[in-house]
C-alpha cells in the first residue's frame, strides 16, 4: 500500500487525518508512512515541507523509490494511531510562490530570448534558474522581469491535474517530460503549460513581486537568482535600510551616493599622493638629524639606529638617505615580533656588509639574511630594543677590528 497524494490536488490543506500504514527507523531516526498525505515530498527542485504528525515534528519528506511511498521523517516515534498532520504554511506558501514563480519567469525567458530553463534550486538562501543561454544581457532580463511581473499582476488562474492522453496531444508542454505514463501538468492560464510534480498558488497575483538579483555566466549556461513575495519585500527591505544608511552617512540622498564616492575615491587618491610626499621629506628630515647627531672622524661616519616596532620600509628609506652622504654607514634595526637589521654603507666606501650583518644577526640567533656589500639585511625573529642594539654594536665592533 502507497501514499495518497492530496498535494497534488489541493496546495493550500494544511490539516488532515490520516491512518498510519507502516513504522520504520531509517539511519536510526523514526519515519512513518499514511495512508495519505498533504506533506510534500523533496522533489523536482522543491524542498519538502515540514510540519508536524500530532505533535511531534516533521523533520524531512522523501518518497521511498522502489514503490513512491512518502516516508515522513520524525523527531521522535508515533504510537500506531489515527493522526493528524499539520504542514508548516509558511514555509509551504514561500515554495509554492517561487515554484510558480520560476514556471512564469522560465516561460518569460523563453519568449524574451528563446532560453530554456535547464535547472531549477530552491533552497531558505537562494532560488534559481539555469538557461541554456551563456550570453543573457540585462537588457533581456529586465524584458523578462517585466513580463514576469505582467503576468503576475494579471492574476491568472493556475491550474494543475493529470491529463489522460488524448488531452495531453493537445497541449502545448514548454519542455516535455523523460517520464512513463501519466504525469501532471501545470497550467498557468494562457501563459505557460508544463509537467510538474510541485506545490503552486491557485492564481498568479499570491505571489508577489518576482525580482531577478543576479546574473552569473556558468561555461555554457547563465544561473539567474531571484526572490518571489515576501522574501523578494525582506531583500528589498534589507537593500534599502543599508543605501538609507549609507546616505545618511554621506549626508546625501541615496540617488547622489555614486558620485559622492567617486569624489571619494579622488580625494583619497589625492591624500594618498600628498601622504607619500610628506612621509618621504619626514624621513629625509629624520635621517639628516640621525647624520647630523651622528660622531664623524677622518673616514667614515658609522651610524647605529634600533627603532621600536617602526616601519621596515621607513627604516630602509632612512638608511637609504642616511648612505646618499658620502663614507657614511648606516646600521639600523627594527625590535618587535619579526625584528629586522638592515647594514649599508655609501658607494665610496669598500667595506663588505654581508659579513658585518651576519655577526649583528648571529647575537639575534639568526641565520638567515643577506644581500651586496653595498646594502645587505635580514630578521624575522622576535627581539627587543635592546637585543637589536646589541646586535647593531656587534656589526660596528666588526668595522673597528677591521679597520684599526
Ligand atoms: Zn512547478
Known amino acids: 500500500m502507497t501514499t495518497q497524494r492530496l498535494y497534488y490536488n489541493d496546495s493550500y490543506t494544511t490539516s488532515f487525518e490520516a491512518d498510519l500504514i507502516a513504522q520504520l527507523t531509517i539511519n536510526d531516526a523514526p519515519a512513518v508512512v499514511l495512508d495519505r498525505t498533504f506533506f ?39 504510537k500506531p494511531q489515527r493522526v493528524t498532520g499539520t504542514i508548516n504554511w509558511k514555509r509551504r506558501f514561500d515554495h509554492m510562490q517561487h515554484h510558480t514563480g520560476q514556471h512564469i519567469l522560465s516561460q518569460a525567458f523563453v519568449q524574451v530570448a528563446g532560453a530554456e530553463t535547464v535547472g531549477f534550486h530552491l533552497s531558505p538562501d537562494s532560488v534559481t534558474i539555469d538557461l541554456d543561454n551563456p550570453d543573457i ?30 488531452e495531453l496531444h493537445t497541449l502545448d508542454l514548454r519542455k516535455v517530460p523523460s517520464v512513463d505514463g501519466k504525469f501532471r501538468v501545470v497550467d498557468i492560464q494562457g501563459f505557460d503549460t508544463n509537467a510538474c510534480g510541485g506545490t503552486h498558488v ?15 555566466r556558468r ?33 546625501t540622498g541615496y540617488w547622489d551616493i555614486p558620485s559622492v564616492l567617486d569624489k571619494l575615491r579622488e580625494e583619497n587618491k589625492t591624500l594618498h599622493r600628498t601622504v607619500r610626499t610628506l612621509r618621504a621629506a619626514a624621513l629625509e628630515h629624520e635621517a639628516e638629524q640621525l647624520w647630523q647627531a651622528a660622531q664623524h672622524d677622518a673616514n667614515t661616519t658609522i651610524i647605529m639606529q634600533a627603532f621600536d616596532n617602526r616601519d621596515v620600509g621607513d627604516v630602509r628609506q632612512i638608511v637609504q638617505n642616511l648612505i646618499a652622504h658620502p663614507s657614511t654607514i648606516a646600521l639600523c634595526g627594527v625590535a618587535g615580533q619579526k625584528a629586522h637589521l638592515v647594514a649599508a654603507r655609501s658607494d665610496d666606501l669598500d667595506h663588505d656588509m654581508v659579513p658585518a650583518l651576519k655577526r649583528a644577526l648571529a647575537v639575534l640567533n639568526v641565520e638567515r639574511g643577506g644581500g651586496r656589500p653595498s646594502f645587505a639585511q635580514g630578521g624575522g625573529v622576535p627581539a627587543t630594543l635592546t637585543d637589536v642594539q646589541a646586535a647593531l654594536r656587534a656589526a660596528a665592533d666588526s668595522f673597528d677590528s677591521t679597520s684599526s
Open 40 to 78: 510534500y515530498p523533496t522533489s523536482g527542485g522543491q524542498p519538502h515541507d515540514t510540519g508536524w504528525i500530532n505533535d511531534v515534528p516533521v523533520v524531512d519528506v522523501i518518497i521511498r523509490d522502489n514503490d513512491g511511498a512518502v516516508l515522513h521523517m520524525l523527531d521522535t516515534a508515533l
Open 219 to 251: 561555461g555554457d549556461i547563465t544561473r539567474i537568482e531571484f526572490r518571489c513575495g515576501r522574501r523578494a519585500l525582506h531583500d528589498y527591505r534589507e537593500k534599502h535600510g543599508l543605501l538609507a544608511q549609507m546616505a545618511a552617512d554621506m549626508t
Open 202 to 216: 491557485a492564481s498568479t497575483g499570491e505571489i508577489g513581486l518576482i525580482k531577478v538579483l543576479r546574473a552569473e
Open 137 to 166: 544581457t540585462p537588457a533581456v532580463i529586465d524584458s523578462a522581469e517585466e513580463m514576469a511581473n505582467e503576468i503576475v499582476t494579471g492574476n491568472r488562474p493556475v491550474r494543475a491535474w493529470f491529463p489522460d492522453d488524448n
